[in-house]
């Protein structure tokens, strides 16, 4: 609760939730189907790996579940200097042919057309996007929703 996201939590709504798992992104401590959904608001940008990420979340949700994710667009946000990120490197990564930093900054800056790209090769179904979300307007949607077991 004295973290900085709690801190900037409680200066945003008033209020700080109480955290009841702490894991990375990409290694979650559920077993496979367990959940129906999941969220992730402005989280992908600061996973190295975000295949594994992605790969992660899918594991985790029950056939026919949905994993929801707001990611930001770089050309709506401080990233708007930096190069996006491609596909390519996104898969060197995930090779491990680049070395992860260890850090908590944003790795990857994309626009929605390259997560889509991403999601396309990867083969998930993308059942809806958004190229500008809902609430603040900084970010990107898009919704996928894992297969269901035949």
């Not at 401590?29 to 402005?42: A, G, I, R, Y």
């Not at 708007?80 to 850090?103: F, G, S, V, Y």
Request: net charge negative; charged share 30%.
């Amino acid at each position: 609760m004295k973290t900085i996201f709690k801190r900037e939590e409680k200066r945003l709504t008033g209020q700080a939730l109480k955290v009841d798992i702490v894991a990375s992104a990409d290694e979650l401590p559920f077993e496979d189907n367990k959940w129906d959904f999941v969220v992730s608001s402005h989280v992908l940008e600061h996973v190295w790996d975000p295949i594994k990420g992605i790969k992660e979340w899918i594991r985790v949700i029950k056939p026919g579940g949905y994993v929801f994710m707001i990611v930001p667009h770089k050309e709506r946000t401080f990233d708007k200097i930096r190069k996006r990120t491609t596909l390519q490197e996104l898969i060197e990564r995930h090779r491990a042919l680049l070395p992860d930093p260890q850090t908590h900054a944003h790795h990857s800056a994309w626009i929605t057309e390259d997560l889509l790209e991403l999601c396309e090769y990867l083969n998930l179904n993308v059942v809806e996007y958004q190229n500008v979300d809902d609430k603040v307007g900084n970010g990107f949607t898009v919704i996928i929703q894992k297969a269901i077991a035949e």
